[in-house]
Structure formats: structure tokens, C-alpha cells
């Protein structure tokens, strides 16, 4: 039994029946780390300052303890004493000097850190290449790319190099790697998980999610994560509930929504096809799928790409070298600005830093950023009225399977749309969820995506749960 491969779920129910041990878990996921990272680099930093647990009992009976379970944890999260670079030169050498709230609640649940994952830097990506620490690979065809810009924790999850990981989604940043890599990736409520130690890309998009091997585990990580927090005062004190509990009850009288504006031109045949085998699966298990319309989807990426940049403009703006991270000395402290960030930050994060700042600036705020923002609205307004009709959405994750390494780099264009369909999620601060579906024709993962309702998380385990233990997918293992 190879115990890096099992489910969290399952690994706490051996612990619990004294069938395995907590260093045994570890050791495992240690050992399948030195066998494959060197070819997956799902890592940006491991942290091998502590030794495996040592207790040979689980202990404990609570849901919010994950019994010395290893967590991977993507590199934008505050990790006290461990580097911290959101895989960017501009924050080299920087350990920050206390915990992420969700870090902190790991730890207090006994989790089990194994270190800091790979991504695009400062999250500006969708293919886990624009990393300083280059880019990691999809452990289902090493040549290609895991998705972004949660790659690395997806990436970890999917080889077995974690059972469990924490990534952050923007605009589609923990979905779409977890569909390209064949894992559960969960973008909860804006607010329902605080993110507060979160190194901000856009503070009104952002959001802490997980990335897990089933659903039934991204639950259970749930359980531990979500909650309010008088730390960050975007974080919602909305009650919390077992999410385990919203897995059971089958999903008889269910009504499915199916937005037509994602299943249009572009989108990959094979993709389609999965994803319409899923619904017609559901439907099978006595849920009612119904079409429905969201118009404005279409404006969806262009609105998020006047959003997102002019918060991030704002948000880098503390990168200069001078408190933390790097610093290239001058005569002067503005040519010290210029040459430490014109060194420290990578092409795709200086064309957005230059993107947010133009739709900011004096005589296009309102032509840009302010009409972004109504555009918005009216995307938010739709799923709202759409969520009147049905309890929850369902559409193809990622318009296509994972792409070669190189394909899309030098086309920025062509890899903004690579999150067409998870968008406008974020806009609408929803919560989603994508699941694997199916595998296209040379053997890559296929991702299905459900939406719900602001802190519609229950309705979304209770489908997603329905489905994945009527269908295999989430079983298969990548080879390496």
C-alpha cells in the first residue's frame, strides 16, 4: 500500500483503527518527494527543518484535527521563519515573521508543513511558468504545463508529493491546475477564508481555496481553514458548518443549471464532450438540469483584466528594496527603486504592473477601471438571478486539456483565455469547484466545474461528492 497515494480521508480512518503510523505517513510522502521532485518541481522551498512526527497513535477525536497530515502550501501564503517569495526575485530572502491566519490554523489542527510550492510569479499566470524558480511540470505528461498559477500545489497533490495543499485563486488560480492535474480544487466564497498573510495579486478577487486528491478531503480541509477573522476585514463571520456533513443525502430534486455562453467556439470537443457525459450522469442520480444564460460572460476577461492589474498595481507598489527582499544598491534612492525592480520582477508581472497603472491613471480611470467595475456588477447581477432558478452551475473548468511547456508564453493573449470559464467566479465572488471528468484522447485530465450561490459551499460538496462516487476518474494515478 503506497500511503502517499491514499486520501487524507483515508489515511485518518487507518491512523484511527491503529492500522498505520503518523511518522509512516510521513515518511512516505518524504520518500515519493526525493524520488520525484527533481522532475516535477512542484516545490519553490522544502522545509526539512523537523523531523516526521514521531507519535505512534492519531490522537484526538475532533473533525478539525488532520493527525500529522502533510500540507503543501503555496508560496504566497506567510510561513513564519520559511522563505516566502510568491516565486519572485523582488522577495528573495524574505521569511516573514508570523503566520497566515490559514497557516496558523494548520498548525493548530496538527497538520504537517512540508514546505512552500511553485507558482507564477506573484500569481500572474496560467501555466506555472513565469516562476523565478522555472516552471513546474504536469505529472501526467512532464512536458507540459500543470496550469496556474497554483501549479506547484497541484502538481504536489496529483504525484503524490502532498496529500493536502493550500493555493490561492484570482481568477481561476486553484481550478484550472487542479483540472489540468486531475485533482479537486475548491476557490471558496470572496471571504469565507480569511487572507489575512496573504501577499495580495487583487484584494477583491483573491481568495485562499484547497487543492486536494477527493472531495470528501477538500471538505475535511475546509472544516480547518474556513472561518472569520478579526484580522482581515474582508473575511466573513458567516456560520460555519460541518462541511462533511453536506457530502451524504444524494442530490434527488437537485436543478442544474448549464450556462450556454460556456460551451461555445473554442472550447476543446473532448472537454465538451466529458463534461456533458458528467451532467448527463448527474441527471441519471435525480438531479434537473435546466439551460441558462449569462449574456455577459463574454466581457468577463476583458473586465478582469482592468480589475485585476490596477489592484495589483497598487498592491506591488510596496516591492521597492527597501524593507525587505531584494536591493540593488545606487547613488541614489530612485535609481535604486528602478534597478531593484526592473531586476527583481519578471516580464509578465512588469506588463500588468504597467497595465493597472495606465487604467488608473488621470483621464482613463473612468473609461477603464470604473467602467470594469459596472460591467462587473452586471456579470454578478446575472448569476444572482440565475441562482433564483437553479442550485448551482455547471460548466467545463478549462476550455482545453494542459498544454506544452513554451506553447503559450511568448502569446499573452491566447493565455489569458486559458481561464475564460473561471473568471467570472471571482468577479461574482462565488464559491466553485472543479472536479475531474473524464481524460481526453492522450491521457490528460478533464475538469468539470460547479458553481453555487454566495457561501453556496454545501450545495457544491453535496453535487461534486454525488458525482465523484459515481464515476472513477479521481482514482487514476499519473505514472512517473
Known amino acids: 500500500m503506497k500511503l502517499y497515494e491514499l486520501s487524507a480521508a483515508r489515511l485518518i480512518s487507518l491512523l484511527e483503527a491503529g492500522e498505520i503510523k503518523v511518522s509512516e505517513i510521513q515518511e512516505s510522502v518524504q520518500k515519493r518527494i526525493d524520488e520525484v521532485e527533481n522532475r516535477v518541481h512542484a516545490y519553490a522551498t522544502l522545509d526539512r527543518n523537523k523531523e516526521t512526527d514521531p507519535s505512534e497513535s492519531a490522537g484526538g477525536e475532533s473533525v478539525l484535527d488532520l493527525k500529522g497530515i502533510p500540507v503543501a502550501v503555496k508560496d504566497n501564503i506567510c510561513t513564519k521563519g520559511v522563505p516566502t517569495t510568491c516565486s519572485s526575485r523582488i522577495l528573495e530572502g524574505f521569511n516573514p515573521p508570523y503566520d497566515a491566519a490559514v497557516i496558523s490554523r494548520l498548525k493548530k489542527a496538527n497538520a504537517f508543513l512540508l514546505g512552500k510550492t511553485n507558482m507564477d510569479e506573484f500569481a500572474f499566470g496560467s501555466s506555472c511558468e513565469t516562476s523565478c524558480y522555472g516552471p513546474t511540470h504536469n505529472p501526467w505528461d512532464l512536458s507540459r504545463i500543470p496550469g496556474g498559477s497554483s501549479g506547484?500545489?497541484?502538481?504536489?497533490?496529483?504525484?503524490?508529493?502532498?496529500?493536502?495543499?493550500?493555493?490561492?485563486?484570482?481568477?481561476?488560480?486553484?481550478?484550472?491546475?487542479?483540472?489540468?492535474?486531475?485533482?479537486?480544487?475548491?476557490?471558496?466564497?470572496?471571504?469565507?477564508v480569511s487572507r489575512y498573510g496573504l501577499i495580495a495579486f487583487a484584494s477583491s478577487l483573491d481568495q485562499i481555496g484547497t487543492i486536494t486528491k477527493t472531495v470528501e478531503d477538500s471538505a475535511l480541509l475546509m472544516n480547518v481553514i474556513a472561518g472569520g477573522d478579526e484580522k482581515d476585514s474582508t473575511c466573513s463571520n458567516e456560520d460555519i458548518p460541518d462541511f462533511t456533513k453536506s457530502l451524504e443525502g444524494g442530490i434527488k430534486d437537485l436543478i442544474i443549471?448549464?450556462?450556454?455562453?460556456?460551451?461555445?467556439?473554442?472550447?476543446?470537443?473532448?472537454?465538451?464532450?466529458?463534461?456533458?457525459?458528467?451532467?448527463?450522469?448527474?441527471?441519471?442520480?435525480?438531479?434537473?438540469?435546466?439551460?441558462?444564460?449569462?449574456?455577459?460572460?463574454?466581457?468577463?476577461?476583458?473586465?478582469?483584466?482592468?480589475?485585476?492589474?490596477?489592484?495589483?498595481?497598487?498592491?506591488?507598489?510596496?516591492?521597492?528594496?527597501?524593507?525587505?527582499?531584494?536591493?540593488?544598491?545606487?547613488?541614489?534612492?530612485?535609481?535604486?527603486?528602478?534597478?531593484?525592480?526592473?531586476?527583481?520582477?519578471?516580464?509578465?508581472?512588469?506588463?500588468?504592473?504597467?497595465?493597472?497603472?495606465?487604467?488608473?491613471?488621470?483621464?482613463?480611470?473612468?473609461?477603464?477601471?470604473?467602467?470594469?467595475?459596472?460591467?462587473?456588477?452586471?456579470?454578478?447581477?446575472?448569476?444572482?438571478?440565475?441562482?433564483?432558478k437553479v442550485d448551482c452551475l455547471i460548466t467545463p473548468t478549462s476550455p482545453t486539456t494542459a498544454f506544452k511547456i513554451g506553447e503559450k508564453i511568448e502569446d499573452p493573449l491566447k493565455m489569458y483565455l486559458s481561464d475564460v470559464f473561471t473568471i467570472p467566479a471571482n468577479l461574482a465572488g462565488l464559491p466553485a469547484m472543479s472536479v475531474p471528468c473524464g481524460f481526453c484522447g492522450n491521457s490528460l485530465p478533464i475538469g468539470m466545474q460547479i458553481l453555487a450561490k454566495p457561501f453556496g459551499?454545501?450545495?457544491?460538496?453535496?453535487?461534486?461528492?454525488?458525482?465523484?462516487?459515481?464515476?472513477?476518474?479521481?482514482?487514476?494515478?499519473?505514472?512517473?
Open 257 to 388: 443549471g448549464v450556462p450556454d455562453e460556456y460551451f461555445v467556439e473554442g472550447l476543446d470537443k473532448e472537454v465538451e464532450e466529458a463534461v456533458n457525459e458528467a451532467i448527463k450522469l448527474l441527471s441519471g442520480l435525480g438531479a434537473r438540469v435546466e439551460r441558462v444564460s449569462l449574456p455577459h460572460t463574454k466581457y468577463a476577461v476583458s473586465t478582469y483584466y482592468l480589475i485585476a492589474p490596477a489592484e495589483a498595481s497598487s498592491n506591488l507598489a510596496r516591492f521597492d528594496g527597501v524593507q525587505y527582499g531584494l536591493r540593488r544598491e545606487a547613488e541614489d534612492i530612485t535609481d535604486m527603486y528602478k534597478i531593484t525592480r526592473a531586476s527583481g520582477f519578471g516580464e509578465e508581472v512588469i506588463r500588468r504592473i504597467i497595465l493597472g497603472t495606465y487604467s488608473l491613471s488621470s483621464g482613463y480611470y473612468e473609461d477603464y477601471y470604473l467602467k470594469a467595475q459596472k460591467v462587473r456588477a452586471v456579470i454578478a447581477g446575472e448569476f444572482k438571478e440565475a441562482f433564483k
Open 457 to 480: 459551499e454545501e450545495t457544491i460538496f453535496k453535487t461534486a461528492y454525488a458525482y465523484q462516487e459515481n464515476s472513477q476518474w479521481h482514482k487514476r494515478k499519473p505514472s512517473l
Open 152 to 192: 506547484g500545489s497541484a502538481a504536489a497533490v496529483a504525484s503524490g508529493e502532498a496529500i493536502l495543499a493550500l493555493g490561492s485563486d484570482t481568477g481561476g488560480s486553484i481550478r484550472q491546475p487542479a483540472a489540468m492535474c486531475g485533482v479537486v480544487g475548491l476557490k471558496p466564497t470572496y471571504g469565507r
